[in-house]
């Protein structure tokens, strides 16, 4: 069964880099079907999409944070990771990653793969704060 | 970026109540919607993919439609663990987005 688990700093001074690591288990983060998303929620708000990169390790990015964000694989321990730049208050919020699946359904003779957040990791609240 | 308007923002029902909760994105986006619970302190949780698809595990009492721009998700009979936050999320193009979120409160 597939797992996820967020880590990273906690605490982050204004314009520093938000690094955050999600460790996959239950699976490997090369098999066919999985991408690898970022998604981010701040308190008592709304959810915002980051980021995603694919399998081939091609990326894509928010165009609101595109240029502040970074996502990478790391295979050999099973990994990926959101580095965020130049952070303020506005990026206080709690992180989660998440698997991006295609799920495919069927309905009145059309059939739709749809890219779906499908599981999800605990979250890890970053605050920025001086 | 295509926006995702839910309503309404909160909802109070009881235990054993229908209750529907629609989603309108701001262009047409076919079926690529998804439906999503969240628990205070927990991590969303998918319950509906493609518009009407039911995820493994999620009680037949979750029921998603509609397509385009207009889509429901319904719940037939309320149990204590369905109030919680509700959220749908368009993936017709990149970048993702939600809804603003439903809360739904017992009444």
């Known amino acids: 069964q597939l797992q996820l688990q967020e880590s990273g700093s906690g605490l982050v001074k204004p314009s520093q880099t938000l690094s955050l690591t999600c460790s996959v288990s239950g699976d490997s983060i090369s098999s066919p079907g999985y991408s690898w998303t970022w998604i981010r929620q701040p308190p008592g708000k709304g959810l915002e999409w980051i980021a995603y990169?694919?399998?081939?390790?091609?990326?894509q990015y928010n165009p609101s944070l595109e240029s502040r964000i970074t996502v990478s694989v790391d295979r050999s321990k099973n990994q990926f990771s959101l580095q965020l730049s130049s952070v303020t208050a506005a990026d206080t919020a709690i992180y989660y990653c998440?698997?991006?699946?295609?799920?495919?359904?069927?309905?009145?003779?059309?059939?739709?793969?749809?890219?779906?957040?499908?599981?999800w990791g605990q979250g890890t609240l970053v605050a920025v704060s001086s | 970026d295509i926006q995702m308007t839910q309503s309404p923002p909160s909802l109070s029902a009881s235990v054993g109540d229908n209750v529907t909760i629609t989603c309108r994105a701001s262009?047409?986006?076919?079926?690529?919607l998804n439906w999503y619970q969240q628990h205070p302190g927990k991590a969303p949780n998918l319950l509906i993919y493609a518009a009407s698809g039911l995820q493994s595990g999620v009680p037949s009492r979750f029921s998603g439609g509609g397509s385009g721009t207009d889509f429901t998700l319904s719940i037939n009979g309320l149990q204590p663990e369905d109030f919680a936050t509700y959220y749908c999320?368009?993936?017709?193009?990149?970048?993702?987005?939600f809804g603003q979120g439903t809360r739904l409160e017992i009444k």
């Open positions: 262009q047409g986006i076919s079926s690529y």
């Open positions: 998440a698997s991006l699946e295609s799920l495919r359904h069927c309905r009145g003779g059309n059939c739709y793969s749809v890219d779906s957040f499908h599981i």
């Open positions: 990169i694919y399998q081939s390790g091609s990326t």
């Open positions: 999320q368009q993936s017709f193009t990149v970048p993702f987005t």
